[in-house]
């Protein structure tokens, strides 16, 4: 019994070592770069998709850190919504410099966390990333719904978790080592800008935190990046044409 008690509990902090990086979002009204009054939108406020931008299909998106290059299969079939929100960040330049301020692999291998426009600043100290979001031209901060497609469902769930929504299924797109998925806070829609790779199967984390997509090539490096390095580049390479604003 010793052992599955650990890994339980262990799931557990990791989970909460997530949640903390998504829940200060929802006081990044007092950051230096986040200035908007805006807050997540729940589940009962009927959030408008339609304003979001969605990818339809899949795209390609390379991420270039240290000088070399890790490719990312972002599904849009699957997660229309969130793949099309990274996508359009990406193609904003959102990405580029921004430093990943949380990696973590003790005791066991969890995530690589990044996208806090914060790190646009290169003087902002990376010890105090994990609070920002994406800032539209209106001085809005832009926040995505929660988004999961069980496994065999032809459309997603929104704004709720798989226990919240009583599926049993798995989710379609689920947290194998390699995934990329969007951060968030303890309220399901607070997902904005920052991302994080898995660094191993971490299915506890399954109908939780939307998947978009893939590394296909470049896990080792993903494998060497350490709190502070930072993304050079992101470019969408194919699918472009997918992604509906």
Same mark, same amino acid.
């Given at each position: ?63 270039? *850190?240290?000088?070399? #290059?890790?490719?990312?299969? =972002?599904? !849009? ?7 099309? $929100? @990274? ?15 949380? *990696?973590?692999?003790? #005791?066991?291998?969890?995530? =690589?966390? !990044? ?7 290169? $003087? @902002? ?19 995505? #719904? ?5 496994? !065999? ?8 978790? @798989? ?83």
């Amino acid at each position: 019994m010793k052992f599955p008690i650990k890994h339980w509990f262990m799931s557990l902090l990791m989970i909460g070592t997530l949640l903390m990086a998504g829940c200060a979002a929802n006081t990044a009204t007092s950051t230096p770069t986040d200035n908007a009054t805006a807050t997540p939108i729940s589940q009962n406020d009927g959030m408008n998709m339609s304003n979001l931008p969605q990818l339809e299909g899949k795209a390609t998106v390379v991420m270039t *850190v240290k000088g070399q #290059p890790i490719t990312i299969e =972002v599904d !849009g079939t699957k997660a229309p919504v969130t793949a099309g $929100n @990274f996508v359009d960040l990406v193609q904003r330049g959102v990405y580029d410099g921004l430093a990943f301020h949380r *990696v973590v692999r003790e #005791p066991q291998p969890f995530v =690589v966390q !990044g996208g806090d426009p914060q790190g646009k600043n290169p $003087n @902002f100290p990376v010890a105090n990333m994990g609070t920002g979001g994406f800032i539209d031209e209106q001085g809005n901060r832009r926040f995505i #719904p929660l988004e999961i497609t069980p496994e !065999g469902a032809e459309s997603p769930i929104y704004s709720k978790t @798989f226990q919240m929504a009583r599926i049993s299924q798995p989710p379609a797109l689920p947290h194998t080592r390699g995934a990329v998925a969007m951060a968030r806070s303890q309220a399901p829609d607070s997902a904005s800008s920052q991302f994080y790779f898995a660094l191993d199967d971490l299915s506890f984390l399954d109908g939780n935190y939307a998947v978009f997509g893939y590394v296909t090539d470049g896990m080792n490096v993903v494998d060497q990046i350490q709190q502070g390095d930072r993304i050079q580049s992101a470019k969408v390479t194919q699918g472009a044409e997918n992604l509906k604003k």
